[in-house]
């Protein structure tokens, strides 16, 4: 809970709503997000990480969030998602975060039957994937719109166990 400051100051930033469906306008919306990622954790079919940078010095900040979806023991997939904040864009933060989230979901799920990871991003985020490819998401298709969710193709990146 006290990220949520930080969580609702970095969702004021114009680029990260655009590709985001969940945006927290304040404080109240900011706990029911974090709330909802505690109840993620206690099912066990979601879960969300703060990444946070702490530059010598200083305490550490928001950058950014990795989450796990959708996982469930004898489901083979699971999907991965991530955001940053404008601060640390561009430094190969989201790269860091996504391996890191990759290797505790495998490392954590294989015994489940996890076999790949999914990462799902708008057809018009280039960022997204460069991200994806960086971190071993190899490009496997394009998804149609589904909106009013979905409003735009999407790009499906894929990562299996044993890559």
């Given at each position: 809970?006290?990220?949520v400051?930080?969580?609702?100051e970095?969702?004021r930033?114009?680029?990260?709503?655009?590709w985001?469906?969940?945006?927290?306008?304040?404080?109240a919306d900011?706990?029911?997000?974090?709330?909802?990622?505690?109840?993620?954790?206690?099912a066990?079919?979601r879960?969300?990480?703060?990444?946070?940078?702490?530059?010598?010095?200083?305490?550490?900040a928001?950058a950014?969030?990795?989450v796990?979806?959708?996982?469930?023991?004898?489901k083979?997939?699971?999907e991965?998602?991530?955001?940053t904040?404008?601060?640390?864009?561009?430094?190969g933060?989201?790269?860091?975060?996504l391996?890191?989230l990759?290797?505790?979901?495998?490392?954590?799920?294989?015994?489940?039957?996890?076999?790949?990871l999914?990462?799902?991003?708008?057809v018009?985020n280039?960022?997204s994937?460069?991200?994806?490819?960086?971190?071993?998401?190899?490009?496997?298709?394009?998804?149609p719109?589904?909106?009013?969710?979905?409003p735009?193709?999407?790009?499906?990146?894929i990562?299996?166990?044993?890559?």
């Open positions: 809970m006290e990220d400051p930080a969580l609702v970095v969702y930033d114009p680029v990260l709503r655009r985001t469906s969940h945006v927290p306008e304040g404080d900011g706990a029911r997000w974090v709330r909802a990622q505690e109840r993620g954790w206690a066990g079919d879960f969300s990480f703060a990444v946070l940078e702490a530059p010598p010095g200083a305490s550490a928001l950014g969030n990795v796990l979806k959708h996982i469930a023991s004898g083979p997939a699971a991965v998602g991530y955001w904040a404008p601060h640390v864009r561009g430094r933060v989201a790269p860091r975060a391996e890191a990759t290797a505790w979901a495998f490392n954590s799920f294989a015994a489940d039957g996890l076999e790949r999914e990462l799902l991003h708008q018009d280039p960022a994937c460069r991200v994806a490819q960086k971190s071993g998401y190899g490009f496997d298709s394009v998804l719109a589904m909106p009013p969710s979905f735009v193709d999407g790009h499906l990146h990562r299996r166990a044993n890559v």
